[in-house]
T-cell receptor
Framework: GAGVSQSPSNKVTEKGKDVELRCDPI?????LYWYRQSLGQGLEFLIY????????KSGLPSDRFSAERTGGSVSTLTIQRTQQEDSAVYLC???????????????FGPGTRLTVT | KNQVEQSPQSLIILEGKNCTLQ??????????LRWYKQDTGRGPVSLTI?????NTKSNGRYTATLDADTKQSSLHITASQLSDSASYIC???????????????FGQGTILTVHP
């Protein structure tokens, strides 16, 4: 089946504007993750959704960042009042479940490259 | 603090040569370690996953080793090809009982460039 898809692939926005990034996980995957990858840095965990449970928002860097997952499928990451330091590649991943088991392999989307000017 | 450190940061080799990438981690309690390959402009793709009891695992020309005692892993690439040019990321997962249960800790990656 189709893999994880993300849109847009690239987004250029002016400082102070709001942006929305979209993630379509693999069908049937109950867990969905957002990561941020800044230039020269490792992936940084942002937020994770598992089924109907409350999301783990512990990685969100500020209250300007929020995410929702509608109907247990598509997710939107929203960044309000964007700042230049928000420029990064935002990666979404999904998995069959949540946990440390190797069965819960995370499959990544191609990412959205966000540039804040 | 859970950390994953990789070396070298970047590596250039000639096509056909072998190379070894290193990963040291402090994630505890340890559950599993994964190596991902990330091509430019793409999301990471899993190469190998190893649990505590596994010392080595191969995937084609990629062979990963794990020493859980010293908390070190390596990824060996044999007979490199131009298509091996990518970032290789070491990722460690904590097991149940820890505050980071299930969360992945990512290394910064090693950028490998294979020249003809």
């Amino acid at each position: 089946g189709a893999g994880v898809s993300q849109s847009p692939s690239n987004k250029v926005t002016e400082k102070g504007k709001d942006v929305e990034l979209r993630c379509d996980p693999i069908s049937g995957h109950t867990a969905l993750y957002w990561y941020r990858q800044s230039l020269g840095q490792g992936l940084e965990f942002l937020i994770y959704f598992q089924g109907n449970s409350a999301p783990d928002k512990s990685g969100l860097p500020s209250d300007r960042f929020s995410a929702e997952r509608t109907g247990g499928s598509v997710s939107t990451l929203t960044i309000q009042r964007t700042q230049q330091e928000d420029s990064a590649v935002y990666l979404c991943a999904s998995s069959l479940g949540w946990g440390a088991s190797s069965s819960y392999e995370q499959y990544f989307g191609p990412g959205t490259r966000l540039t804040v000017t | 603090k859970n950390q994953v450190e990789q070396s070298p940061q970047s590596l250039i080799i000639l096509e056909g040569k072998n190379c070894t990438l290193q990963c040291n981690y402090t994630v505890s309690p340890f559950s599993n370690l994964r190596w991902y390959k990330q091509d430019t402009g793409r999301g990471p793709v899993s190469l190998t996953i190893m649990t505590f009891s596994e010392n080595t695992k191969s995937n084609g020309r990629y062979t990963a080793t794990l020493d859980a005692d010293t908390k070190q892993s390596s990824l060996h690439i044999t007979a490199s090809q131009l298509s091996d040019s990518a970032s290789y990321i070491c990722v460690v997962s904590a097991s149940a009982g820890g505050t980071s249960y299930g969360k992945l800790t990512f290394g910064q990656g090693t950028i490998l460039t294979v020249h003809p």
